[in-house]
Structures are given as C-alpha cells and as structure tokens.
C-alpha cells in the first residue's frame, strides 16, 4: 500500500461523516481515481481512523468539506490535534490545506490565515484537475499548480474566481456505494442518499443555498432510476433518502417516489415547499414510511412573505397541511424565522396566528406539530446580505411568544440561541480578520461563552460585522468570487426590492 497522498479530514464523528453524502462523494471518488489516501474523523478532539493510517501531519493534502461556519474552529482544533500549526503561513504548504462546501463557497475570508486552497463551487467539474495538481513534487509547487485549477482561490496568490459547477447531473460520477461500517448508525439511520436535483429556482432572498447552487438542475428520470437500483443494492439499504432543496421543483420527483414505494422500499423526502404539496404526494411518501413532513413558511405574514420571495402565509401553509394530512403524514414540522428587517408586531401576530392554526388541525387529527424557530442571520452572497442581524432581545421575546403559542395548541418548540446566531453571522460575514479570532477562538474551546472573549483578545470588533450595511457598499467576498446567475448588481436590486416592501405599512 503506497503512503496516503491525500487526507479527508471529516470534522465531526463517523455518525455525522456517514450522513453526509459530500463525505460519501469524496471518498467514493477518491477510491474510484485510486488515489492513495486515509480517511480521518475530529472525534473526541483527536482525529480518529477506521484503519491503521499515517498520522495526519504527514499526509500531503487535507481535503476539507466545510458546509457551516461553526465548522471552521473544528478545523482549528484538527490541525492543532495532529500537531499541525493552524496558520498557514507556519505551514508552509506541508499538508496542504483545501477547503471546499458552502460556507466558504459563498466567503472564504475568514479562513484566509488558515486555508491554503478553496474550491469555490461543486466538485465534479474540477476532481480530476484537483487530483492532477496534488501530484506536483514540492509544496510549493502543489500550491502553483492547484491555484491554476478553475474554481480555486488561494489566499497566497489571490484572484477572482468563477464558481464552478456541474452542467449536467446525468453526466457526473455518483456514489452508488455509500455502504457503513457495522456498528456505526448513521444520523438519520441507514439509507441510500439519491440527489434528485441540485440548487433551487425559487429565489428566496434570505437564502444562501438558493444563490450558491445556481442554477437548477434536475437527473433525468431514467438516471433517477439507475442510480436508485444501483445504489440500493451497493449500499446494502432498504431505504432512499431524497436529497434536494425543494424536493417536488424536480420534474422527475413523483414519479422516482412512486417508483421507490412500488419498489417495496422505505423513502424519506427533505423539506418540502407548502405549494407543491397534495394528497397524493402525501400518500406516496406515508407509504413509504416517513409520518413527518417538514414545511418551512418561515413566516405568516404575506407582506413579508412578499418582501423576501417566499409568500405561502397561512392559507397556502394550512392548504399544504390538510392535503398531508388527508394523505397520511401525521406529524408536521414548521421551520420559522424571526427578526427579518421591517418585521412589525402585525407580521409577528400573523405568525402567531399561523402556528395556532396549524397546531389546531393538527391537534384535533391526533399528530404533532412541532416549530422550529430560527433568528434571521444575514448570509452572504444573499441579497439580503446587506440587513442587519436583528436584535437579540426581540429575537428571543419573538421566538418565545411562538413557542408558547405552539405548545398551547399541544405542539412542541425549539428555539436557536441568539447568541449562537451572532456568532454565525460574524463567522458568515467576517473578513480576513477573523482567521486569528478563529484561532485563539478554538483555543478558548469553541464554546460560546468563549467567543466575545477571544474576538476582543483579537482586535475583532463584532458590530462590524451584525451591523447593516448600505446597499452601495461592496462586501469583501465579492472581489474574490463571481456568482453566476447571482451579479452582484443583481443582488442589490434584490435588496432594493425587499426594502420596498418591509418598510412600507
Ligand atoms: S428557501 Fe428553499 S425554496 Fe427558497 S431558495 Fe432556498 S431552497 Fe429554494
């Protein structure tokens, strides 16, 4: 067995690495290319193998996917664990260092003192010109020829760079085999994750997925039903999970969903636009299992439904809910936000109104309603990027009075500390300053009681970033990266767009 040339370094135990179809894809491709690599897990704090592997340090190349913002002291704590100076510049390119995933698709910055190399984009278009490039004889060379890979920024030698993606789904490598070890249960149990679709047509202007995976592209039906034949069977499953951002956007979705149930097999399907529920696509998905659907309205109000392009308000989320129910589902989740800018006690009230409606249908049908209730956290990329983080007192009055209401009509609550939302906003919408606030951040042990401390220890001043900016103003991502589908111009009209709306009563 040759020495490993590549390390992926998955930031969390292997029951969250197997949920992951990223991590999936990586290792499958990794193994398909028969490249020589290990496999590393951040668990308990050290970085933990499934077979006897170098220590990482001596591997040449970390790959690591960073879908969150929290993720990037993780990634801290993983170097410092295998006794690899975290900034880059002590580094020297040895391992090398790159980084890819949403979070720092849509702003790498924060990461600049730390990562060596970001993929800016999807993998697939790229793999085999990234494999090609680890190859290179010397760090320093490595870095070279992976700063000429399209889609890569490196900090070292900075230029704009154009996301990348993959054109045509039906054309990509997939990993059919996404098999796991006995004894390690998967987050969401053991299943065959199959990608119906990639990105979302739909716009929302919070939204950070929507404009990072642009455009929408969609498997054709006959490559739906090979994967799934395939997959099922390499992955030793009884079970499809759907993957998608608006599951029924795909043209093919009911039909691979039937096909499944027809199959005998057990389906699970992601969060689901309200307007693209009926009874029948209900039915499918009860037959199939799944008692739960998950619906994110995010607010009752049309006015501000209308402002950030996702107007389903309570008649379309209520339409949505009786449909599930009369098609079997007897569980709902709603995912709800609080705190978007202009938001009024009015909107706040028809929120409130929404959850009592649906805890009431919901209760008298003997199921569950359960709300998730999120602060609005500004992302970047976003054309609302510019709004401020709201304030953390009203979020938390404002996330209590809708818990309450939800458990007044029997339902279930769980709010997100606003706290953890400052910090991921600063962690979204931070510069180059922030990669030795990370640092010291990690070193404090990541907590949140931790993180005022260690920004201010850095000279990191956090209203700099939860603070709103002027639509002329350019954030810093933007000289770095070129969004298709999402100009910068674009963004701000956007924004422009959503102002009209929240500030007029
Ligand atoms: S919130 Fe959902 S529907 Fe809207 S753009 Fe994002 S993924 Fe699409």
């Not at 190349?61 to 801290?76: H, N």
């Not at 690899?84 to 090398?96: F, Q, T």
């Not at 931790?450 to 002027?470: C, D, K, N, Q």
Request: a positive charge; glycine letters at 8%; aromatic letters at 8%.
């Amino acid at each position: 067995m040759r020495d490993p040339q590549v390390a992926l370094v998955y930031l969390s135990d292997r029951r969250v690495a197997y949920s992951s179809i990223a991590f999936h894809m990586i290792r499958g491709y990794l193994a398909e290319a028969r490249v020589p690599h290990a496999v590393y897990f951040l668990e308990e704090g050290t970085l933990t193998s499934e077979k006897p592997v170098p220590p990482p340090s001596k591997v040449p190349v970390w790959l690591v996917s960073l879908p969150y913002e929290v993720l990037y002291a993780d990634l801290v704590k993983a170097l410092d664990a295998s006794g690899v100076p975290p900034l880059r510049e002590k580094r020297r390119g040895s391992p090398l260092v790159v980084a890819g995933g949403p979070a720092v698709t849509a702003n790498p910055l924060p990461l600049f003192d730390i990562v060596d190399a970001f993929l800016i984009g999807e993998l697939e278009p790229v793999f085999d010109d990234l494999l090609e490039a680890f190859q290179a004889g010397s760090p320093q060379a490595r870095l070279q020829e992976i700063a000429g890979v399209r889609g890569v920024l490196t900090p070292a030698l900075p230029r704009k760079v154009r996301r990348v993606y993959q054109a045509d789904l039906d054309d990509s490598w997939y990993p059919v085999e996404q098999r796991v070890p006995r004894g390690v249960e998967p987050v969401w149990g053991r299943s065959y994750m199959l990608e119906t679709t990639r990105g979302c047509a739909r716009m929302c202007r919070f939204c950070m997925e929507g404009v990072i995976f642009r455009p929408k592209r969609d498997r054709s039906y006959a490559r739906l039903k090979e994967l799934l034949e395939e997959g099922v069977e390499a992955s030793g499953v009884g079970k499809v999970s759907f993957y998608s951002l608006a599951f029924f956007d795909s043209p093919h979705a009911e039909k691979i969903l039937a096909y499944a149930v027809e199959r005998g097999l057990e389906v699970s399907v992601p969060s689901l636009r309200a307007e693209t529920i009926t009874r029948e696509r209900a039915r499918l998905i009860s037959m199939g299992g799944q008692r739960t659907i998950t619906i994110a309205p995010e607010t009752g109000s049309c006015r501000l439904g209308r402002a950030i392009n996702k107007c389903i308000g309570v008649e379309g989320t209520l339409r949505a809910v009786e449909e599930a129910l009369e098609g079997g589902i007897r569980n709902v989740k709603l995912y709800l936000i609080v705190g978007f800018p202009g938001e009024t006690e009015e909107d706040l009230r028809e929120t409130l109104y929404l959850v009592g409606t649906v805890g009431k249908l919901i209760a008298r049908s003997g199921g569950t309603l359960k709300v998730s209730i999120n602060p609005f956290i500004p992302k970047p990329a976003t054309p609302l990027q510019w709004a401020p983080l709201p304030d953390r007192k009203r979020v938390a009055e404002a996330s209590a009075r809708i818990a309450r209401e939800a458990r007044m009509h029997g339902g279930r609550a769980s709010t997100y500390d606003p706290k953890w939302a400052i910090a991921q906003a600063v962690l979204s919408r931070g510069d180059e300053k922030l990669g030795r606030a990370i640092i010291a951040w990690a070193h404090r042990g990541a907590r949140l009681g931790t993180f005022h401390r260690a920004l201010r220890e850095a000279g990191v001043e956090i209203s700099e970033y939860t603070g709103g900016w002027p639509p002329d103003y350019t954030p810093p991502w933007h000289n770095y990266i070129e969004h298709p589908y999402a100009s910068l111009r674009n963004l701000r009209l956007e924004y422009e767009a959503y102002l009209r709306i929240a500030e007029s009563r």
